[in-house]
């Protein structure tokens, strides 16, 4: 028999279909792994050379020469700094000017070196700049939310193979955003407490679901997992914005988001996956009802009519039995993949 | 400049990225097309000869020996009438046992024959036998919502070739379905009219996004589409339930529903989609504060870590363009493409 499960930070419910379920090992991609990719394509526009391909660069890690990490305002931005963000309504009707931002942070020269390979120092360097963007965009008074999030592979929605995320900043705060803080804003109102670090304390203590722990942060696949492997990175130390994470948190973060991403790499033969950076609205930042995380979105299903009509999602593994195989899995390979 | 679209029914927000922007013909699939498949194939679990590999038949219309639709359990069931719907519920972790049903409804015998190319007298029995299993699973009080949904193409989430529909009775009322029913009630309160009503009436005089009518329904490209050549079918006549659409309406649903799918098809290719039927939740059926609706979704691009992370859709077709380009597309082929 199923089982549904209820995710305390959305209300949504997940089918989990035990009966229908794969054994963790059944999602390996068996298919081409990333890292045989050239370190170098003369073709792409974000490998060193080929700066003149792209828009001019907003921000340069490393030294003009020899960058490190380049920021880059989206060639095809979805928002723009042009105009106003004044709403126009016409009956039904409501829409606005597409202002904001839209940049590209390409995340190291080499064409096929991605987080899990990259040495920590450059991670560490890699999270200081999505730091550095959030910072920049909130100085514009009109953004009221700002999205990091990473495409990799094809199945995750890029076609761009160099490895680069992407930060959006919004002139909306979406229903989507506005309804997980508000869900965190009434238990904080009922409990006194955030929604996330007692869902994180629950999760510690529960332990089956616990596939990383560091001094400041906990990797888990959570209780109502939407999609098989999905992991969520959460602090311990109690922060509603990720534009306000401390140095010494940064250091931590990068072993264990690089560790993580290495060991999901190394299990399912570098599946294609979404990262998204989840943050409170930015005129909220400062409060306490909400805690930033990590989503990490494995594409290894397909939401199908059911989930885009009732979004209830069905998940075809239980988050418990793909905590168990990424912690035991033990990493092999080159050096470098030591975790 | 893009530009930013609020749907009036979700409150979530849409950016139409003009200048990103594919022209509509851009997305013909250009690939094979599943009316060459084989009307029969001997290792299909839904062709006629090979109903023992299937659960036992729950419904046959047609005669037992020469069925014309086969309605059976799903083999695979992501719920079942199983134990009861009690919560349990430990710390933050809420559950409840997977009740409800889940059935295939095999729409026809022929393996290659979809709704788009069926006679309109076999559309028709279709859409009653949704009702029939509608009124089915709503005798049973456990059952809050219904949700009928087709999957075409591996894009859209199915394995199988063989035309079908699925149904899911859920236990649960999910969020996004609740948040649905309340902006409609909100807008009933303040207006004393239904939402959707007022929207299809906004959109009929706006005239631009329409690609069809009939007596009882409209189809056309809403406003603040997610996707390219998103297609939404509204009753004319007000009715919160789907289990309660009329032997009339049936009729005429069928022409416009088979005539709406076949312009998709022939326009773009054969793309996979989705269909979903939006009805209110069991019990609020007979109230007046709903629209039940068609939504079908072609399934062309893929939603990536920016819909992920914040529930706003990028959308690089403008539905004003794929609505014009669906109204002036004249279908052509054999006979039994006609409109």
Same mark, same amino acid.
């Given at each position: 028999m199923s089982e549904l499960r209820q @995710?305390? &930070? &959305? $209300?949504d419910w997940v089918i989990m279909a035990k009966e229908r379920a794969k054994r963790p *090992?059944?999602?390996?991609?068996?298919a081409r792994v990333r890292?045989?990719?050239?370190? =170098?394509?003369? @073709?792409?526009? =974000?490998? #060193?050379?080929?700066?003149?391909? &792209?828009?001019?660069?907003s921000a340069v890690y490393?030294? #003009?020469?020899?960058?490190s990490i380049r920021v880059i305002p989206n060639? $095809?931005?979805?928002? &723009?700094?042009?105009? @106003?963000t004044a709403r126009e309504e016409i009956k039904l009707f409501r829409k606005s000017h597409g202002y904001g931002r839209h940049e590209v942070i390409i995340?190291? !020269? /080499? *064409?096929?070196?991605f987080i899990a390979f990259m040495p920590e120092a450059h991670v560490e360097e890699l999270i200081r700049a999505y730091r550095d963007r959030y910072k920049e965009f909130r100085k @514009? !008074?009109?953004?009221k939310v700002i999205i990091i999030f990473k495409n990799h592979g094809e199945a995750a929605?890029?076609? /761009?193979?160099h490895p680069h995320t992407q930060v959006v900043a919004s002139p909306v705060v979406p229903p989507f955003i506005r309804r997980r803080y508000e869900i965190a804003t009434r238990h904080y109102d009922n409990t006194g407490r955030c929604l996330y670090c007692d869902l994180r304390s629950d999760e510690v203590e529960a332990g089956?679901?616990?596939?990383g722990e560091s001094d400041h942060f906990v990797a888990l696949h959570p209780?109502?997992?939407?999609?098989? =492997?999905e992991t969520w990175i959460m602090p311990r130390v109690h922060n509603s914005?990720?534009?306000?994470? *401390?140095d010494n948190e940064i250091a931590d973060l990068s072993r264990l988001l690089r560790g993580t991403l290495l060991k999901l790499h190394a299990a399912l033969d570098d599946p294609d996956y979404n990262l998204i950076i989840h943050t409170a609205p930015v005129d909220d930042? *400062?409060?306490? $009802?909400y805690m930033w995380h990590i989503q990490i979105i494995p594409r290894l299903t397909l939401a199908a009519g059911f989930e885009l009509g009732s979004g209830i999602y069905i998940n075809t593994a239980m988050p418990e039995e793909t905590a168990a195989f990424i912690r035991d899995f033990s990493v092999q390979g080159p050096e470098k993949w030591t975790i």
């Open positions: @995710d305390p &930070t &959305t $209300y *090992h059944e999602f390996k991609k068996g890292t045989d990719l050239p370190a =170098f394509r003369k @073709d792409c526009p =974000f490998c #060193p050379g080929n700066e003149a391909r &792209t828009p001019e660069a490393g030294s #003009p020469g020899n960058w060639k $095809y931005a979805a928002l &723009t700094p042009v105009g @106003d995340e190291n !020269p /080499l *064409h096929n070196q @514009d !008074p009109n953004i929605g890029t076609s /761009l193979e089956v679901r616990i596939v209780f109502a997992s939407r999609y098989p =492997f914005s990720f534009g306000r994470i *401390h930042e *400062h409060k306490t $009802y």
